[in-house]
């Protein structure tokens, strides 16, 4: 009962704080390629070719259409 409780537990949190992602490679205007993975947010995933900004805080980089 335990056992098969804290394991129901832990299933029952992975999929509530389970996040769905993409991996972007970004070719920047200096020729360099960089590659950021990043929570999908309410704008959907970003499609090949589109044009995106990237902000950086820190050590932290995020793309923004």
Known sequence: GAVAGAILGQTIEANA???QAQEVSVTLEIGRTISIVQEVDGGGFFQPG?????LRQGSTARIVR
């Open 17 to 19: 704080t389970r996040k």
């Open 50 to 54: 589109e044009r995106v900004r990237i």
